[in-house]
Antibody, heavy 118, light 110 residues
Framework: EVQLAESGGGLVQPGGSLRLSCAAS????????MLWVRQPPGKGLVWVSR????????IYADSVEGRFTISRDNAKNTLYLQMNSLRAEDTAVYYC???????????WGQGTLVAVSS | QSALTQPPSASGSPGQSVTISCTGT?????????VSWYQQHPGKAPKLMIS???KRPSGVPDRFSGSKSGNTASLTVSGLQAEDEAHYYC??????????FGGGTKLTVL
């Protein structure tokens, strides 16, 4: 069974940093693109970032480019999101997502809440 | 990157059919047929319902179907059931190799 378990969320002050982790199991992690998608409270889904199978290629939404870094450790079956210079508008539930091919997100974690506030 | 345009709400009675639209630009759809639809119940993670415009993953009822014409994709739910009440989001892989979601549609089963 595919499982994705996020951790690392919490309350952080504006300008602060946070690192999210996502532990993957139930599939061959190194065979898949992995992504982060976020959802501000009461609002819709927003794509954040994608990393390819071996971590050599990454891409970001304009709103987080230069502040967030996606990475992965295939030996540990773990996806990461390093978030720096956090802003109030980064407040959201962050989902770890598996790229199922053809642009689809076929498995989602349960999400971890990041709240940016003073 | 602007979001794809979805109606904020849709509704239908049990047994009826409802169609939710998702409109974007040619850049949003990128020349691919990489449009997906997701169902999200309150407090839950989204679930993939349709990929590549029309494909249903294993386990998704055949009451759910997708289509696309020009720059508008659509999700149709036939034979509405109470458990279909949820938010639905479309998504597309774009010409800039990024993704864009629609703003979401709340489907109410009357």
């Amino acid at each position: 069974e595919v499982q994705l378990a996020e951790s690392g969320g919490g309350l952080v002050q504006p300008g602060g940093s946070l690192r999210l982790s996502c532990a993957a199991s139930g599939f061959t992690f190194s065979n898949y693109w992995m992504l982060w998608v976020r959802q501000p409270p009461g609002k819709g889904l927003v794509w954040v970032s994608r990393v390819n199978n071996d971590g050599s290629s990454t891409i970001y939404a304009d709103s987080v480019e230069g502040r967030f870094t996606i990475s992965r450790d295939n030996a540990k079956n773990t996806l990461y999101l390093q978030m720096n210079s956090l802003r109030a508008e980064d407040t959201a539930v962050y989902y770890c997502v598996r790229g199922g091919g053809a642009g689809a997100f076929d498995y989602w974690g349960q999400g971890t809440l990041v709240a940016v506030s003073s | 990157q602007s979001a794809l345009t979805q109606p904020p709400s849709a509704s239908g009675s049990p047994g009826q059919s409802v169609t939710i639209s998702c409109t974007g630009t040619s850049s949003d759809f990128g020349g691919y047929d990489y449009v997906s639809w997701y169902q999200q119940h309150p407090g839950k993670a989204p679930k993939l319902m349709i990929s590549e415009v029309t494909k249903r993953p294993s386990g998704v009822p055949d009451r759910f179907s997708g289509s696309k014409s020009g720059n508008t994709a659509s999700l149709t739910v036939s034979g509405l059931q109470a458990e279909d009440e949820a938010h639905y989001y479309c998504s597309s892989y774009t010409a800039s190799n990024k993704w864009v979601f629609g703003g979401g549609t709340k489907l109410t089963v009357l």
